[in-house]
């Protein structure tokens, strides 16, 4: 008997798109831009080649270092910079800058600079390379010290002493920062822990474990270097074994057009810095090839 190929149900996951901070630094860039301003940014904006395009194709310049940029509008994108590098810039009578951090990402280098005042070895746990985690470790004073969420063995770099302050690289896993704190509390006395897990990136994954729970395979879009799209990855993964990451609907009909035939339903979600056209085109590109 002949086969018929079964046009798959395919849902997006709810509050997926962009979070708040990467969606207001892209539209302060824009803004700028469109009243005749040179923009540059300091870094991506976001990971995702779609977007940079639309930057780029707009006038919009991306630069890597502060040095680089003499002078227009510099807009500081939702990570945050070092506390120097944010010295450096503002301190350039013919640069305007626009600072994008995010409110988050605020709060938690201001935990650093009190939590480092107050006499607390600052603990962060995210990853070292991470933009991020170099501008909150900028605030946390000479004492502190990084490890990595999923290298357990760089916990050693926690110090036995009276106080240890912790925080936590935003978009971590809060178990994560929770198994981190309660190891941190055997290597002292006094403990602050400041919650500093974006609660954006909690919802997100919370509705992409449910939707991952109830079909039979997962999508997970967004760029390969995105530290939060990988960390959901895993989480569906745990859920839905047949979950795949991929930057675009190009590679998924380049690398994965097989793995999609025969399955009856199909969840898609992104990272924060993955649009929703993305995801929308995902969809699409789904019901194209096996519809």
Not at 173 to 179: A, G, R, S
């Amino acid at each position: 008997a002949m086969t018929t190929a079964i046009r798959p149900e395919v849902r997006i996951a709810e509050r997926a798109g962009f979070c708040y901070g990467v969606r207001l630094a892209i539209d302060k860039a824009k803004h700028a831009r469109d009243e005749g301003k040179e923009v540059t940014t300091l870094g991506q904006l976001v990971h995702n080649p779609g977007i940079k395009a639309d930057l780029s194709d707009r006038g919009i310049k991306t630069a890597d270092l502060a040095d680089q940029v003499e002078g227009g509008t510099l807009v500081i994108r939702a990570h945050g910079v070092p506390a120097g590098e944010l010295e450096q810039v503002r301190g350039k009578p013919e640069l305007e800058v626009i600072d994008a951090t995010c409110t988050w990402v605020v709060q938690s280098q201001k935990a650093a600079a009190e939590l480092a005042a107050a006499g607390y070895t600052v603990c962060i746990i995210g990853h070292e390379d991470h933009p991020e985690v170099k501008g909150v470790r900028s605030y946390a004073g000479d004492k502190h010290v990084v490890v990595d969420d999923m290298d357990r063995s760089t916990w050693e770099r926690v110090p036995h002493t009276k106080k240890i302050g912790v925080l936590s690289q935003s978009t971590i896993l809060p178990y994560k920062l929770e198994e981190f704190a309660a190891f941190c509390l055997r290597r002292c006395h006094d403990l602050r822990v400041v919650n500093t897990v974006c609660p954006v990136t909690l919802t997100r994954q919370a509705d992409s474990v449910v939707l991952a729970g109830e079909v039979e395979a997962m999508i997970v879009v967004g760029g390969k270097n995105s530290s939060n799209t990988k960390e959901l990855a895993v989480k569906c993964a745990d859920v839905c074994p047949a979950t795949i990451h991929v930057a675009d609907a190009d590679e998924l009909e380049a690398e994965h057009r097989d793995w999609l035939s025969g399955k009856a339903s199909i969840g898609i979600t992104g990272g924060t810095s993955t649009p929703e056209v993305d995801l929308e085109e995902v969809r699409d590109r789904i019901y194209a090839l096996v519809g």
